[in-house]
């Protein structure tokens, strides 16, 4: 490697503040994807540094056709700080091309240490979208580069939360997203890995293995129902769930 974990990071973590694309760093570094987890942590704690505060994880590559896409088999991860929660109204003029997706969320109840304890760990559920942006040119990557690049994670909103036990079964959940009443896109939740409890489940295997535990009031993105769009100016954007009710942000 010819740049530290450290120069890395501070590289991607000036082209988020600045909202400025930069090459991807596979381009000129051999990085692979345990390495590319470190330099996320370095760009996390550089977040945490000024002040923001972690407030959860979220789960990418979660459908079969992202996953074939990557050429990978499994799911990665980003963290989520307090700062990107959005809503009502996100600035999109810091951002790089953000692109916006439907999600389901899971809230934490109580501290998760083993996978084993994650499903009677949740608190509530919830429809949510994520707002992604590639700190990258053309929002092109390798997969090393897309986890140091914290999954793509900028922004991330939420609906109300429901009580799990009475949300029931989320495996086939009707998701539509519109953008100024018009549907972008429809989809079902049975596209977060068939249902988005696994990845739930990931969530807390990853956890593990990365020595970190999921905290009481901590949000599990799940994945997304349907590919991501571009997110426009000056937009409203509304994604529903069937029985979750909905989440909205108006762009500016
Ligand atoms: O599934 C996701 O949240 C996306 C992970 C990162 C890849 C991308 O930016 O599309
Ligand atoms: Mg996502």
Redesign the pocket.
């Known amino acids: 490697m010819r740049r530290s974990v450290g120069a890395l990071a501070a590289a991607l973590d000036a082209a988020a503040r600045d909202a400025r694309a930069i090459p991807k760093l596979t381009a000129s570094e051999p990085l692979d994807v345990g390495t590319a987890y470190r330099v996320q942590r370095d760009v996390i704690g550089r977040r945490c540094a000024r002040g923001e505060r972690l407030a959860g994880v979220?789960m990418?590559?979660?459908s079969r056709a992202?996953m074939i896409q990557m050429g990978v088999d499994d799911v990665?991860w980003g963290l989520l700080t307090d700062a990107m929660l959005a809503g009502p109204v996100l600035e999109v003029s810091g951002l790089v091309h953000p692109r916006i997706?439907p999600e389901i969320a899971f809230l934490i109840g109580r501290e998760v240490r083993s996978p084993a304890d994650v499903d009677a760990a949740v608190a509530g559920v919830a429809v949510g979208f994520?707002v992604?942006d590639?700190r990258y040119e053309g929002f092109e990557f390798t997969l090393p580069d897309?986890i140091a690049d914290n999954?793509?994670a900028a922004g991330f909103g939420l609906g109300g939360w429901h009580d799990p036990r009475a949300a029931g079964d989320l495996s086939n959940l009707g998701m539509i997203m519109e953008i100024d009443g018009r549907v972008v896109q429809t989809g079902s939740s049975a596209a977060i890995l068939g249902d988005p409890v696994r990845s739930l489940r990931a969530a807390a295997r990853l956890a593990h293995d990365a020595g970190i535990a999921l905290e009481p009031g901590w949000v599990v993105l799940a994945?997304?129902a349907t590919a991501?769009v571009p997110l426009p100016k000056d937009a409203h954007v509304r994604v529903t769930a069937a029985g979750l009710g909905a989440a909205e942000v108006t762009t500016r």
């Open positions: 979220k990418g590559f979660t992202k990665i997706e994520e992604l590639s897309v999954a793509s994945g997304a991501a």
